[in-house]
């Protein structure tokens, strides 16, 4: 399109100086010629004023009448006078057009004889042939003695100098105007490829951008408009650039918080169906042998109530996040041991659901420094990873023990062997190493909630094959009675 532009600019321009030169040409041409004819028609009529004085007076000298046939007799010495004072040819005619007399008969051999004929008619007139750089006039007039017509004058002028100076005249201004247009069309070219060329290159980068290529930027030395244009463009392109970035900010925050959000949701799910699963567990068995069995429907009721509160607590806190009113619950002083064997005890009826069991070997006093109810969610979730996916009819062991100030944890359960590089993806969110065996409803979360609980509590937790076990070592920091803050 700015080819075409260009390509506008370069007709127009070489339009307009071509008509202002034809313009220019024609004028100058048509002035001269118009002034050469002022001239010649000046001379010719002082030319007649002179040769009817000289007429009159030869009449009045010889006494002659106004005669035709007086003019007829003194038509040769009129002739070669006025040819000597004029220094142009003559001739003398008839009042009919018949040659009396002439100086040069060749010069009066023209084919046309419009002067001659005007005269017979009683009018001056006068014709310019033009031909091989020589100009010739042939003027005629009737002359008139005492009111009447008595014959006719007629010469034949040179003016070919006069020609020649106005086209030697001519040709110098043409040579001119030649050379002033070709500057000017020239400057005018150079012009248009200075605003152009920029446009070029505007247009080049605008598709660019419609492309979604934004990695574009001009540069123009120039400080008119066309360079503000510029600058313009690449501060479009800089803006364009930062509400793009702006935009795939707010579009990456927003998957994350969409992530977070459904991670945040399936936690929550996870960590209420845990005790709700407990509650069920411990409800079924006391239906079915709860009378029988007075012991077990007290040690059965205090789990139920523990849960229960357990669930009322994350409920609770589950109201204060969606209101924005969460609160921070401060760590203190837990006995990890007696929630372990309170977990053991309470998943053991969920461990034989699956025809399992669960053998514990837990020392006393471990204490730590956090939250009961997360440790307790920690050891809930791996317990029952330990039970849901140990080999049929297996014993899952668990034991805790104090080694150099640390607490040192272990849930071991036989199962299939694992390969290497899948450990480092069992603590990532919705990982299931046996779709088949998942329980329904699981969406792989208890080992990624695990891992999160025991990093916020500064500990460490590893999975690993020894023996074919499936072995979760967990370390945490033991609290010394000295520490309490």
Same mark, same amino acid.
Request: net charge neutral.
């Given at each position: ?6 390509? !506008? ?28 004819? !002022? ?71 023209? !084919? ?115 360079? @503000? ?122 461990? @034989?659901?699956? #025809? ?48 150099? @100030? ?44 695990? !891992? ?27 609290? #010394? ?5």
């Amino acid at each position: 399109m700015l080819r075409t532009i260009k390509a !506008k600019f370069i007709f127009g321009f070489f339009a307009i100086f071509f008509l202002s030169f034809l313009v220019l040409n024609y004028t100058v041409k048509e002035v001269t010629w118009t002034n050469n004819e !002022k001239i010649i028609t000046s001379d010719l009529v002082e030319l007649k004023k002179n040769s009817n004085v000289y007429v009159r007076q030869s009449f009045l000298i010889n006494h002659y009448k106004n005669n035709k046939l007086y003019f007829g007799e003194m038509a040769e010495e009129m002739v070669h006078d006025l040819n000597f004072s004029t220094g142009s040819n003559v001739s003398v005619y008839s009042l009919d057009g018949s040659l009396l007399y002439s100086s040069d008969k060749k010069s009066f051999l023209e !084919k046309i004889d419009t002067d001659l004929q005007q005269a017979i008619k009683g009018k001056t007139a006068y014709h310019i042939s033009y031909y091989q750089n020589k100009a010739k006039v042939l003027f005629s007039y009737p002359v008139v003695i005492d009111g009447s017509e008595v014959g006719i004058l007629r010469f034949s002028k040179d003016f070919s100098l006069l020609y020649n100076q106005s086209k030697r005249i001519l040709d110098i201004i043409f040579y001119i105007a030649v050379v002033i247009f070709t500057v000017a069309f020239l400057f005018s070219y150079i012009l248009s490829r200075h605003i152009t060329i920029p446009l070029v290159e505007l247009t080049h980068a605008s598709n660019q951008v419609k492309k979604g290529n934004l990695n574009v930027n001009i540069h123009f030395k120039r400080k008119d408009e066309i360079g @503000e244009l510029a600058m313009n463009f690449n501060d479009m392109i800089k803006r364009i650039n930062s509400q793009i970035s702006t935009i795939e900010s707010d579009r990456d925050r927003l998957k994350e918080l969409n992530k977070k959000e459904k991670l945040f949701f399936d936690n929550i799910t996870h960590e209420l169906k845990t005790p709700l699963t407990s509650i069920l567990g411990y409800a079924e068995i006391i239906e079915q042998k709860g009378e029988s069995d007075r012991s077990f429907f007290k040690k059965g009721m205090k789990h139920i109530i523990e849960e229960s509160r357990r669930l009322h607590n994350m409920v609770v806190k589950l109201l204060e996040i969606s209101k924005g009113t969460t609160r921070e619950y401060p760590f203190e002083k837990v006995d990890t041991s007696e929630i372990l064997k309170d977990v053991c005890d309470s998943m053991s009826f969920r461990a @034989e659901r699956y #025809k399992k069991s669960i053998n514990s070997d837990i020392q006393e006093d471990l204490y730590v420094y956090g939250d009961d109810n997360r440790i307790r969610q920690l050891f809930i979730n791996l317990l029952d990873n330990a039970i849901k996916y140990s080999s049929p009819f297996s014993q899952i062991n668990i034991s805790a023990e104090l080694v150099k @100030e640390k607490i040192i944890l272990k849930f071991m359960n036989p199962s299939n062997h694992i390969e290497q590089e899948q450990f480092t993806n069992l603590f990532q969110p919705f990982f299931s190493i046996n779709q088949e065996k998942a329980e329904e409803g699981s969406v792989g979360l208890g080992l990624s909630i695990a !891992k999160s609980i025991v990093e916020d509590h500064k500990g460490i937790i590893r999975i690993f094959n020894e023996n074919q076990n499936t072995i979760v070592y967990v370390e945490m920091i033991y609290m #010394k009675d000295e520490n309490l803050l």
